[in-house]
């Protein structure tokens, strides 16, 4: 934009927590809802949402309650709401019990590590629905807003990333092709905490993308990739042995998952209380990561 066609320019940030909950507030006056909503759980569930965003959720979830006959909005429409504007909409694949099973385990590995080890993410919602083409997933949610990301973070999002495949490993000692995606977020998270941000393991500090690389020499590109691949197995061991420590929660979420489909935060919690698993505070969270250098 040409200079001095505006006097100021004024940046826009996404509403926090109790902006967000002022939003919610504004929006919900203008539908009926059931007194049960909670305002304060649905703006804790909306991090990084803009108001535009959380208007389209009201506006969806009133959609979803007229459909259903009802009077009022309740949380399970705009639980919903959530899911087809997050997720997209539900896509009916058929598995057969075999792969469902699998499917079940492979998504409890990755909510049971959210759960007990991620420092930062909570569970938003565990599925064995198929959406947009996935035949399940796990969406993560912030406990809150944060602007960056620290070392103990990143290499909780790999062990996270490798969770489903070590539970299918585990479980069957054979995995699926499910693992494609998972691996590809694991290989270029730490690629990028290697070549980009100095939190490798072997002393090298600096952007290394920034360099061309063909003026790079073969040895420096080995020791990169090495220091990578090492991140990987390092963290690869650490949440195989997280989940065979926890085992009988990964049971308990898949098997809940078999028979439900699908568990949000409230419905994954009540499933780990029943084997005595609580979420730890964040210290042990990050003592758990930094084990995996």
Not at 70 to 84: C, V
Not at 123 to 128: S, Y
Not at 229 to 254: G, H, M, Q
Not at 266 to 278: F, I, N, Q
Request: net charge negative.
């Amino acid at each position: 934009m040409r200079s001095g066609r505006f006097d100021r320019k004024i940046a826009i940030t996404l509403p926090n927590l109790k902006e967000r909950e002022r939003l919610f507030d504004f929006y919900l006056k203008k539908v009926e809802v059931v007194p049960e909503v909670k305002i304060d759980r649905l703006a804790k569930k909306t991090v990084y949402k803009s108001p535009a965003d959380i208007e389209n959720i009201i506006k969806e979830a009133a959609l979803i309650a007229v459909r259903k006959k009802k009077e009022a909005i309740d949380i399970k429409d705009l639980s919903e709401a959530m899911d087809r504007i997050d997720l997209g909409m539900e896509t009916h694949i058929e598995m057969t019990p075999k792969e469902l099973e699998m499917m079940a385990y492979h998504e409890a590995g990755h909510a049971v590590a959210i759960y007990l080890m991620h420092p930062t993410d909570d569970v938003f919602k565990v599925t064995v629905k198929s959406h947009q083409g996935s035949l399940g997933l796990v969406a993560p949610l912030p406990k809150e807003e944060f602007q960056i990301e620290h070392r103990e973070e990143l290499l909780s999002d790999i062990m996270v990333s490798l969770a489903g495949y070590a539970a299918e490993k585990i479980k069957y000692n054979t995995t699926t092709t499910g693992v494609s995606v998972d691996f590809s977020h694991a290989m270029t998270t730490a690629n990028n905490m290697v070549w980009k941000v100095g939190m490798g393991n072997g002393g090298f500090v600096g952007n290394f993308s920034v360099i061309p690389r063909e003026e790079m020499s073969q040895s420096l590109k080995e020791k990169l990739n090495n220091e990578t691949i090492s991140i990987i197995n390092s963290c690869y061991a650490k949440i195989e042995e997280f989940l065979k420590t926890n085992w009988d929660a990964v049971d308990a979420v898949a098997e809940k998952l078999i028979s439900e489909k699908e568990l949000d935060f409230d419905e994954l919690e009540e499933v780990m209380e029943t084997v005595g698993k609580r979420k730890p505070n964040p210290i042990d969270s990050n003592a758990l990561a930094e084990s995996a250098e």
